[in-house]
């Protein structure tokens, strides 16, 4: 950052923000000495306020300062590169940056890689403008800071550019909708950047997921007190059928008898359905039709490797064996079992679970559905996944997985695969599309878990009606409830936000539908704004035809014209249903 604009921008800020947290002190003290209150105010609801306040400052305050820290670093290492003379070996170069990276690790009490890392973030972060001046300015986190950095990572200059411009520059050709970068809780950031990325990004999602799902791993990390960690990296429809599998699942052991969280019904059913099941599918088993007449789709995305049961999601399944046994006898794994009793007697027969319903919609754009772009798709819960592996659930995979069709002219949501009973209600279809998740300020639950909730409820005139719904997990659904939090009008494509008992308002969080992709060449023959041309007169054959300047204005003839009804043009998306059957 230097001694310039970058520096003094930071600073002004640092010291206003100082000052701003100095004088909420003081008036916390004034009111704590019992003076300093007016004539109706409410000492405690407002030193409660304060605290909001300062901390709300505080955060401010941290942001600048991270500005400052992440200018220095970054500085600190080009001025060590340039008291290196031009001319020295590259050994000599390394060892300089080398030294300047331990003096930062010392300076911050860092470990080396900490250090190093937090100084390629720095010079990252120095070539984001956009960046720096909103962490400088307070109005991202340093959280935030790290993601721009990551998610840029590849995209090249202009890619990069764009989608920082996307998210912090009001003034951008199509900025972010809704609640403003800083407002977004880190994950909930990261997500909206992640699927700005996997649209925009200069190589295809499908090639750079065929790269990474050779990497699919189990990894098993000890832990403290008896515990570890299970890891599985895997592709995101396998990964999102096993969490909806085991979550509903957990939900159907829930009751007044149930003395376990959901937090830990889950690992539970796992354990369960690891231990319990038999070994994973041969290539011979690929094609053997389940119950409802479909193949089980039994391979991995992009390879040969068996991914066993727990790839399809609950609502495929209707046969899980009973505890330590399965189809073919004893289970594969009885050691291990027994060493797991505990956790395994805990769950009863699975296949007597009352299981909820799961179903996951995949929002598929026109032509990517039809396989003449690549783009991406959307996967209820998780975010952008492969073209391929979108046609792959809505054609053969898991028949809980339902399609949505994206509008090509603007992105938005067209119409709804209805081919299972089990999507009964469009509104509660078009509820998830619009929220996506918990509407709850930070709320990252997606809408598999979550509850509509009428925004003024029926007792107080309220109407059923999609401006007037929210989706709610059952979390912040029961704190609406009990509390003064309270949701703003929502309307039929904007979810509702929020505001807290202490009056601040949280702006709701949109999605960035986008134009989808059009095919190569379909639109090189259309004029600009895609204004078809009108098409040429046809005359009929003969000579018996009636040329309509020869017909007077008071001919009865031009009354029976207008009389017929005009001929529409046919719809042209009346056969999508046959392309998901």
């Not at 291990?336 to 919609?361: E, G, H, M, R």
């Not at 081919?419 to 709320?443: E, H, I, V």
Request: glycine letters at 8%.
């Amino acid at each position: 950052m230097g001694n310039g604009a970058g520096t003094a921008l930071a600073m002004e800020g640092i010291q206003a923000s100082t000052s701003r947290l100095n004088a909420l002190f003081l008036e916390d003290s004034a009111l704590e000495a019992g003076g300093g209150a007016g004539a109706g105010v409410d000492v405690l609801q407002r030193r409660y306020e304060l605290c909001l306040e300062r901390m709300a400052v505080a955060k401010q305050l941290e942001a600048q300062i991270a500005a400052v820290k992440a200018g220095d670093a970054a500085e600190a290492v080009g001025i060590q590169h340039a008291m290196t003379p031009p001319d020295a070996p590259l050994h000599e170069r390394t060892y300089a940056e080398m030294s300047a990276v331990e003096e930062i690790a010392g300076v911050l009490t860092l470990s080396s890689p900490a250090a190093g890392a937090l100084v390629a973030q720095a010079r990252q972060l120095a070539t984001l403008p956009l960046a720096m001046d909103a962490l400088a300015a307070g109005t991202i986190s340093w959280q935030h800071a790290k993601i721009l950095v990551d998610e840029t990572d590849a995209l090249g200059t202009t890619g990069t550019a764009a989608l920082v411009a996307h998210f912090l520059d009001p003034d951008a050709p199509k900025p972010a909708r809704g609640a403003a970068a800083g407002e977004l809780v880190p994950n909930r950031f990261r997500a909206k950047v992640r699927g700005w990325r996997e649209r925009h990004h200069p190589e295809t999602l499908a090639k750079r997921h065929s790269k990474c799902a050779a990497d699919r791993r189990m990894e098993c990390t000890p832990d403290r007190d008896g515990m570890a960690w299970l890891s599985l990296y895997l592709p995101a429809d396998t990964a999102n059928a096993i969490w909806n599998r085991t979550t509903a699942l957990a939900r159907g052991f829930q009751g007044p008898e149930e003395a376990r969280t959901m937090s830990q019904l889950r690992p539970d059913v796992a354990a369960h359905l690891l231990l319990s099941a038999g070994p994973a599918p041969s290539h011979a088993q690929e094609s053997t039709p389940d119950r409802t007449g479909t193949a089980e789709r039994s391979t991995v995305e992009g390879t040969d490797a068996p991914v066993g049961l727990a790839s399809l999601s609950v609502n495929d399944q209707t046969d899980a064996a009973p505890i330590g046994t399965d189809a073919a006898g004893p289970t594969v794994g009885d050691a291990s079992a027994a060493a797991a009793t505990d956790v395994n007697s805990a769950c009863a027969d699975l296949a007597s679970v009352p299981v909820p319903k799961a179903d996951v919609l995949v929002t598929v754009p026109v032509f990517s559905l039809l396989g003449l772009t690549d783009e991406p798709a959307n996967l209820d819960g998780y975010g952008p996944i492969p073209a391929s592996m979108a046609r792959k659930l809505v054609a053969d995979g898991a028949n809980s997985f339902h399609r949505v069709l994206v509008d090509p002219r603007d992105g938005a949501p067209l119409e709804i695969g209805r081919t299972s009973y089990r999507l009964t209600k469009a509104m509660k279809q078009a509820l998830r599309l619009r929220d996506g998740k918990c509407t709850f300020p930070g709320c990252n639950n997606h809408s598999l878990d979550n509850e509509a909730d009428h925004l003024q409820a029926w007792q107080h005139g309220g109407t059923t009606g999609i401006s007037n719904l929210a989706q709610l997990c059952p979390k912040h659904h029961r704190l609406k409830h009990n509390s003064r939090w309270t949701p703003t009008p929502a309307t039929e494509t904007e979810p509702p936000g929020w505001t807290s008992p202490s009056d601040r308002h949280y702006r709701a969080e949109h999605q960035d539908w986008e134009p989808p992709h059009w095919p190569p060449g379909l639109l090189a023959a259309e004029p600009p704004e895609f204004q078809a041309a009108e098409p040429p007169l046809e005359e009929p054959a003969g000579d018996n035809f009636v040329d309509p300047a020869d017909v007077p204005a008071d001919d009865s003839l031009w009354a029976d014209f207008y009389a017929m009804p005009p001929k529409l043009p046919g719809d042209p998306l009346k056969g999508w249903g046959l392309v998901h059957c």
